[in-house]
């Protein structure tokens, strides 16, 4: 390959890993904002309105990594309602 390509190649797989940051940081802080807005009494109907995700997502958010090992990926079903 030529060096234009490999610095091509380097460039897209640094902007991948990026990505992958910034998606993760994103992540955490819809957890904090979904668990922040629980604890004000906010349904899970009314979270997921506000972050624009569906009730089932908001109980995920406000549930993961509570009682477990950060990286496991129990799934859990829960109601609109989050507790």
């Known amino acids: 390959m030529d060096d234009e390509t490999s610095e091509e190649i380097a460039e897209a797989r640094r902007l991948q890993q990026e990505a992958e940051r ?3 940081e994103a992540a955490a802080k819809a ?3 979904a668990r922040q807005l629980q ?3 906010l349904t899970g ?3 997921a309105k ?3 995700v569906s009730p ?3 109980s995920q958010l406000v549930k993961s990594g509570l009682g477990r090992r950060s990286g496991s990926h129990a799934r859990s ?3 609109d309602r989050v507790r």
């Open 50 to 52: 506000v972050l624009g």
């Open 31 to 33: 957890r904090l904002i």
């Open 22 to 24: 910034v998606q993760k």
């Open 56 to 58: 089932q997502r908001v």
């Open 77 to 79: 079903f829960s109601s």
């Open 45 to 47: 109907a009314d979270i």
């Open 39 to 41: 604890a004000r009494g």
